[in-house]
C-alpha cells in the first residue's frame, strides 16, 4: 500500500530551527510536495523535490533522498506565524498525491 | 487577482439532503480536485477532473458526484448516499502533474 509518515505533532520556541521528517511509501514516485496549513485554511505551496540534495528557499528549506524514502522540511529563525500544520506528499507513478496526515508545529515565545 | 473560489465557506444541512459545493478557478487551469479532509487525517481525494467533460472518481468517490461541463468551475454534489459527510471540503486546480496545486479556501460541511 501507499503510505506517508510524518509527526503528529512538534514544538518549537521562536527564533530556533525545527527540522519536520517525512517518511513515503508510494507505488512509483515523482516528486515530493511540502505544503503549509493554518487552522481552517487552505493549504498554501512551499516546495517540491524530484531529485535528491537540499532546496533553499527563503527560511524554508527542503531535502529529499529517494533511495531512503525520505525528505524532511527544515524552518529557520521560526516566527509566530509559522505555527500552522505542515503536509508532506508524495506524488505516485500515477501523478496523484498521496497525503500525509500532516504536522502541527507549536511555536512557543 | 486569479485564484480559486469556493462557496459557502460554512453549509448547514439535514441528514438525507443532497447539497453541491461550488467550485470556480480563473487560473486557466486544466486540471481540478475535490478532497475531503477530517481531523487528524490527511487530505483524501473525492474526484479529480484532467480536462473538460472527464473525470475520475478518487479514493474516496463513493456518495459523491461531480461534473465539469465549463474549464472554469468543478462543483461536487454530497449526497444522501454519503455515510459521514460532515467535514472540510477543499477544492484544488494545477497547470500540470509536476506542478502545485492551488486550493481554494474550503467548505465547511456540517450535517445535522
Known amino acids: 500500500g501507499q503510505n506517508i509518515d510524518q509527526p503528529t505533532e512538534m514544538t518549537a520556541t521562536e527564533g530556533a530551527i525545527v527540522q519536520i521528517n517525512c517518511t513515503y511509501q508510494t507505488s512509483g514516485f515523482n516528486g515530493l510536495f511540502w505544503y503549509q496549513q493554518h487552522a481552517g485554511e487552505a493549504p498554501t505551496f512551499l516546495s517540491y523535490?524530484?531529485l535528491d540534495g537540499l532546496e533553499e528557499k527563503g527560511r524554508f528549506s527542503s531535502f529529499l533522498s529517494r533511495s531512503k524514502g525520505y525528505s524532511y522540511l527544515l524552518l529557520k529563525e521560526l516566527q509566530m506565524k509559522d505555527s500552522a500544520s505542515y503536509l508532506c506528499?508524495?506524488?505516485?507513478?500515477?501523478?496523484?498525491?498521496?497525503w500525509g496526515a500532516g504536522t502541527k508545529l507549536i511555536i512557543k515565545p | 487577482d486569479g485564484g480559486i473560489t469556493q462557496s459557502p465557506k460554512y453549509l448547514f444541512r439535514k441528514e438525507g439532503q443532497n447539497v453541491t459545493l461550488s467550485c470556480e478557478q480563473n487560473?486557466?487551469?486544466?486540471?481540478m480536485y475535490w478532497y475531503r479532509q477530517d481531523p487528524g487525517q490527511g487530505l483524501r481525494l473525492i474526484y479529480y477532473s484532467q480536462i473538460v467533460n472527464d473525470f475520475q472518481k478518487g479514493d474516496i468517490a463513493e456518495g459523491y458526484s461531480v461534473s465539469r461541463e465549463k474549464k472554469e468551475s468543478f462543483p461536487l454534489t454530497v449526497t444522501s448516499a454519503q455515510k459521514n459527510p460532515t467535514a472540510f471540503y477543499l477544492c484544488a486546480s494545477s497547470s500540470g502533474d509536476y506542478n502545485e496545486q492551488f486550493f481554494g479556501p474550503g467548505t465547511r460541511l456540517t450535517v445535522l
Open positions: 487560473l486557466n487551469h486544466d486540471a
Open positions: 523535490n524530484v
Open positions: 506528499a508524495a506524488l505516485d507513478s500515477n501523478y496523484q498525491l498521496i
